[in-house]
């Protein structure tokens, strides 16, 4: 009782509380789902009268509490189990594509070169200053001697921890869906719309957070692959700029070659 209070006490202050809803809904969801299951195994189940301590009390020191809280437990791990299994089964082969696909993806310099000039000449009409390729590759180098690996391992944790938010909201929703198809069996009052409506809503929110954990499981790989091929490209950009100034030093010794003999 005293969590409800405290919930109530941070929803008045501002702070969030989805997380200890959602814990509370959690285990509601799997006290509907393990009761489904009781009725249909053993009986329906009924509510002592709280002045009825004797049958209380037999109930827990004969053990009749066990057969409901082991299927509690049960109703909890194998829904558990089977919400993991689906959701890796879905996030795991693509994630994998998408991996691959950034590794094997081959930028060119060409390319690249032409959406600098894309931002240098979009740039003209924003900002007063032209984005130029040189600038660019200033600011790249700029922000990468800040990046230290203190602060890649922080964006690391904060990639992780989103990670692990969004796979328990896919576990909550999951067991949600379990929930309401019992509650559309169960319950007379509960109609087909309703039901499709609802399942329909969970099934595309249930969709968009493995989509979100893929791209957030991508994250690192696409930053290390947009590193490389910015450092080769500066490396490109550097050894033709090299090869342009040594052109024109031989070009200018040419020259002055040709008047001392004449």
Known sequence: MNDLFFIAADY???NSIYRPV??????LFNISIASFIYEKIYEQYYWFDYYDYKSILDYFVKGNFFI???IFIAAYGITHIISLTTFYLITYSKTVKWTKSIIDYKVKKETVANKIN??????????PIELTETM????YNHLKNKLTPENYNNIEKGLT?????????YHFIFRALITITIYFISLSTFGWLLY??????LLVTLYLLTLSYRLLDILPVLFSKFQAEAELYIVAHYNERNQKTEVIKTHKHTRRTIKVKK
């Open 12 to 14: 008045i202050k501002g």
């Open 22 to 27: 959602r814990r509370i809904f959690n285990l």
């Open 68 to 70: 409901p809280l082991s």
């Open 118 to 127: 894309e931002i240098s000449a979009i740039s003209k009409k924003v900002i």
């Open 136 to 139: 660019l590759i200033e600011v």
């Open 161 to 169: 921890e989103q990670k692990n938010e969004l796979m328990a909201n």
């Open 196 to 201: 499709l409506l609802t399942t329909l809503t």
